[in-house]
T-cell receptor, first 113, second 115 residues
Framework: GEQVEQRPPHLSVREGDSAIIICTYT??????FSWYKQEAGAGLQLLMS?????DRKEEQGLTVLLNKKDKRLSLNLTAAHPGDSAVYFCAVPPSSNTDKVVFGTGTRLQVSP | NAGVIQTPRHKVTGKGQEATLWCEPI?????VFWYRQTIVQGLEFLTY????????DSGMPKERFSAQMPNQSHSTLKIQSTQPQDSAVYLC?????????????FGEGSKLTVL
């Protein structure tokens, strides 16, 4: 089945710095790749999704890059701020519509003032 | 749009007791998922329903755990004879177009503590 590796597990940056989280996966699927954010005590919040035929998407200080050749998905928080402190998960789409999405292991991001 | 609603938010049970967790998906969403989250194991898939039918329960412990979706407005996860290792946050998520988007909308979770 699909294998997803996410790194780093922990990331500390200062306010205004960029933070990059990377996921690599084994199988390709023609669907949306997604990033989720989980704040303390809450569920996962869908941040951004990119369709598999899109290489790059930018939205509100977030940049998602999808490299299908290398099977790598990344999330770049440009100019991070303390409110971005949370756990981030990548999600790789199911290979069929009866399959389940595979989540990365999560990255705990801490943004200090 | 109220989002996915999970109740209770917190539940404490004694070892051997039963726990039932409820999930109300977003209206109109056809797929409902259950996940379990712990610090040690991370996010674990349990089971999912599509149009109320069980599709994949490969993540469910075969004994003591069961899930149902009696109608399109709610799903339940029942744990019989709870054990301390069942302590976790149980997350429910729904999706409107699972086969095409793979996008999930999560509830806030139900934190189960088994003493």
């Amino acid at each position: 089945g699909e294998q997803v590796e996410q790194r780093p597990p922990h990331l500390s940056v200062r306010e205004g710095d960029s933070a990059i989280i990377i996921c690599t996966y084994t199988d390709s699927a023609t669907a949306y790749f997604s990033w989720y954010k989980q704040e303390a005590g809450a569920g996962l919040q869908l941040l951004m999704s990119v369709l598999s035929n899109v290489d790059r998407k930018e939205e509100q200080g977030l940049t998602v890059l999808l490299n299908k050749k290398d099977k790598r998905l990344s999330l770049n928080l440009t100019a991070a701020h303390p409110g971005d402190s949370a756990v981030y998960f990548c999600a790789v789409p199911p290979s069929s519509n009866t399959d389940k999405v595979v989540f990365g292991t999560g990255t705990r991001l801490q943004v200090s003032p | 749009n109220a989002g996915v609603i999970q109740t209770p938010r917190h539940k404490v049970t004694g070892k051997g007791q039963e726990a039932t967790l409820w999930c109300e998906p977003i209206s109109g969403h056809s797929a409902v998922f259950w996940y379990r989250q712990t610090i040690v194991q991370g996010l674990e898939f349990l089971t999912y329903f599509r149009n109320q039918a069980p599709i994949d329960d490969s993540g469910m412990p075969k004994e003591r755990f069961s899930a149902q979706m009696p109608n399109q407005s709610h799903s339940t996860l029942k744990i019989q004879s709870t054990q301390p290792q069942d302590s976790a946050v149980y997350l429910c998520a729904s999706s409107s177009d699972w086969g095409n988007t793979g996008q999930l909308y999560f509830g806030e979770g139900s934190k189960l503590t088994v003493l």
